[in-house]
């Protein structure tokens, strides 16, 4: 598995989606893991974290409309994303938050998500 984003689609200004991201256990476990932007033309963005024990930190701009939770035992990391805006239109990533500026799992293709205005 390594990571697989999915649960990203088109949705409008004010919409809501669920981002998932499955994990093999050698990279999910134990690690802060985070979500990722990537805008066209921007460079990649941390968008959230959270611990093994639940820990969450937030990029500003998505304080109170998104929230970060993890499955221990599937291995899986969700983001919950309410009140979407244009500006978070991006391709999603999901992966470690980097010990040492290195990441422990590939950056694999992400999930598009769109917020029309």
């Known amino acids: 598995v390594q990571l697989q984003a999915s649960g990203g689609g088109l949705v409008q200004a004010g919409g809501s989606l669920r981002l998932s991201c499955a994990a093999s256990g050698s990279i999910f476990s134990g690690n802060v893991m985070g979500w990722y932007r990537q805008a066209p033309g921007k460079q990649r963005e941390l968008v959230a974290t959270?611990?093994?024990?639940?820990?969450?930190h937030y990029l500003d701009s998505v304080k109170g409309r998104f929230t970060i939770s993890r499955d221990n035992a599937r291995n899986t990391v969700y983001l919950q994303m309410n009140s979407l805006k244009p500006e978070d239109t991006a391709v999603y990533y999901c992966?470690?938050?980097?010990?040492?500026?290195?990441?422990?799992?590939?950056w694999g293709q992400g999930t598009q998500v769109t917020v029309s205005s």
């Open positions: 992966n470690t938050f980097p010990v040492g500026g290195l990441y422990f799992g590939p």
């Open positions: 959270i611990s093994s024990g639940g820990g969450t």
